[in-house]
């Protein structure tokens, strides 16, 4: 008669005595086997798992001597790195700040709508503490930067002045910072701190996103490149400040009145087709028939391109047989450009025909078709 009455199911074992099995489930291998069963994998021998955990802490302690064997270039390389992080995740928590949007609604006891806006003062300055702790520590001095030296100048900090327009006439005027679109600009304050932010707090060029080492590098580098501009080229680059403008503006002439939506809306509307202003690939059709072009394009629209002359037969005739026209009606350096291309291309078709030529019969097996 078998006298092991106490079993372990996860890991096939068997005991003589309670208090042995007990002693077995409060091991790390029984948790192990455990874990296993649960995700229906057969158990592993003890030694087989004691194996395992040497291994591991062999690889700690290898991760251990590699931490402790770096260089103090690559220690202040990855300390770098780490404050790159927190500098960029202080960006993001300053946009979202100054752009003050989103929030959480609720409803009052009193029955009202409360929308509370996202707080990130507390967890914006924690991470400025830490990030002049680290750069004190990395670059062995203390920097501090509050917001009233943000408003100052942006490239240098020997003019000072509270007056924002003062300041941002002297960056136009000795850096070249050019403000697009001014005449839209509602928060010209906000613009102008968000750039500082992204100036001195994040240590980032405007234009190029240069990383810099502290803020008054990534000056320098911005004044010896002439990176002292703010980009508006892409679609990306508009949208980056576009909370700092309002073209609500600029769309007057596009809009309709109540009226004349629920018209719409009925199925009768009483403007013409003719008044409808609509867009384009070559520009905005407007309702007396002129068309305004995209300044883009401002260099196809000011060429006085002659309007074609109607040809009788003859005419025509005459034009098609003569090539020597084709110079004259698509430019002599075109029709050059065209006929090098020509040549080039039979060239190299007679080459490849010549080419073939050579294995033209050297088969190894040759069969007629006309002869099956």
Same mark, same amino acid.
């Given at each position: 008669?078998?006298?092991?009455?106490?079993?372990?199911?996860?890991?096939?074992?068997?005991?003589?005595?309670? *208090?042995?099995?007990?002693?077995?489930?409060?091991?790390?291998?029984?948790?192990?086997?455990?874990?296993?069963?649960?995700?229906?994998?057969?158990?592993?021998?003890?030694?087989?798992?004691?194996?395992?955990?040497?291994?591991?802490?062999?690889?700690?302690?290898?991760? /251990?001597?590699?931490?402790?064997n770096?260089?103090?270039?690559?220690?202040?390389?990855?300390?770098?790195?780490a =404050?790159? $992080?927190?500098?960029?995740?202080l960006?993001?928590?300053?946009?979202?700040?100054?752009?003050?949007?989103?929030? =959480?609604?609720?409803?009052?006891?009193?029955?009202?709508?409360?929308?509370?806006?996202?707080?990130?003062?507390?967890?914006?300055?924690?991470?400025?503490?830490?990030?002049e702790?680290?750069?004190?520590?990395?670059?062995? @001095?203390?920097?501090?930067?509050?917001?009233?030296?943000?408003e100052?100048?942006?490239?240098?900090? @020997?003019v000072?002045?509270k007056?924002?327009?003062?300041?941002?006439?002297?960056?136009?005027?000795?850096?070249?910072?050019?403000?697009?679109?001014? @005449?839209?600009?509602?928060?010209?304050?906000?613009?102008?701190?968000?750039?500082?932010?992204?100036?001195?707090?994040?240590?980032?060029?405007?234009?190029?996103?240069?990383?810099?080492?502290?803020? $008054?590098?990534?000056?320098?580098?911005?004044?010896?490149?002439?990176?002292?501009?703010?980009?508006?080229?892409?679609?990306?680059?508009?949208?980056?400040?576009?909370?700092?403008?309002?073209?609500?503006?600029?769309?007057?002439?596009?809009?309709?009145?109540?009226?004349?939506?629920?018209?719409?809306?009925?199925?009768q509307?009483?403007? *013409?087709? $003719?008044?409808?202003?609509?867009?384009?690939?070559?520009?905005?059709?407007?309702?007396?028939?002129?068309?305004?072009g995209?300044?883009?394009?401002?260099r196809?629209?000011?060429?006085?391109?002659?309007?074609?002359?109607?040809?009788?037969?003859?005419?025509?005739?005459?034009?098609?047989?003569?090539?020597?026209?084709?110079?004259?009606?698509?430019?002599?350096?075109?029709?050059?450009?065209?006929?090098?291309?020509?040549?080039?291309?039979? @060239?190299?078709?007679?080459?490849? $025909?010549?080419?073939?030529?050579?294995?033209?019969n050297?088969?190894?097996?040759?069969?007629? /078709?006309?002869?099956?």
């Amino acid at each position: 008669m078998n006298s092991y009455k106490f079993t372990c199911n996860s890991c096939s074992l068997a005991f003589p005595t309670g *208090n042995d099995q007990r002693q077995h489930m409060k091991t790390e291998w029984h948790r192990y086997n455990l874990k296993r069963r649960v995700a229906q994998l057969p158990p592993i021998s003890e030694d087989l798992f004691n194996s395992k955990v040497a291994g591991l802490g062999d690889a700690i302690s290898e991760d /251990e001597d590699e931490e402790r064997n770096l260089s103090k270039k690559e220690k202040r390389r990855r300390a770098k790195e780490a =404050l790159l $992080e927190k500098k960029n995740k202080l960006l993001a928590l300053a946009r979202d700040r100054i752009a003050g949007r989103g929030g =959480l609604a609720r409803i009052d006891s009193d029955g009202k709508l409360v929308v509370e806006r996202k707080s990130v003062a507390n967890e914006e300055t924690k991470l400025k503490q830490g990030i002049e702790k680290e750069e004190e520590k990395i670059y062995g @001095k203390d920097i501090h930067l509050t917001e009233e030296q943000l408003e100052d100048k942006l490239f240098e900090e @020997k003019v000072k002045s509270k007056d924002l327009n003062s300041n941002a006439t002297h960056m136009f005027k000795k850096h070249g910072l050019y403000i697009p679109e001014e @005449k839209y600009l509602i928060d010209k304050l906000g613009l102008i701190e968000y750039l500082g932010e992204k100036v001195g707090f994040g240590n980032v060029c405007l234009y190029c996103a240069y990383q810099g080492k502290n803020l $008054e590098s990534v000056r320098q580098h911005m004044i010896a490149k002439g990176h002292c501009k703010i980009p508006y080229d892409t679609e990306d680059e508009k949208l980056e400040i576009s909370k700092f403008y309002d073209f609500s503006t600029s769309y007057a002439n596009g809009t309709r009145s109540d009226e004349n939506v629920e018209a719409d809306d009925n199925g009768q509307n009483s403007e *013409n087709d $003719e008044d409808v202003v609509y867009a384009s690939e070559i520009g905005l059709h407007l309702p007396n028939g002129l068309v305004a072009g995209n300044r883009s394009m401002s260099r196809i629209w000011r060429q006085n391109i002659p309007p074609e002359r109607p040809l009788d037969e003859g005419q025509g005739t005459v034009m098609a047989a003569e090539t020597r026209n084709l110079a004259a009606q698509y430019g002599r350096a075109t029709y050059k450009q065209s006929k090098r291309s020509w040549r080039s291309e039979k @060239k190299a078709q007679d080459m490849n $025909e010549r080419r073939k030529a050579k294995f033209i019969n050297v088969k190894p097996h040759f069969r007629d /078709e006309l002869l099956q």
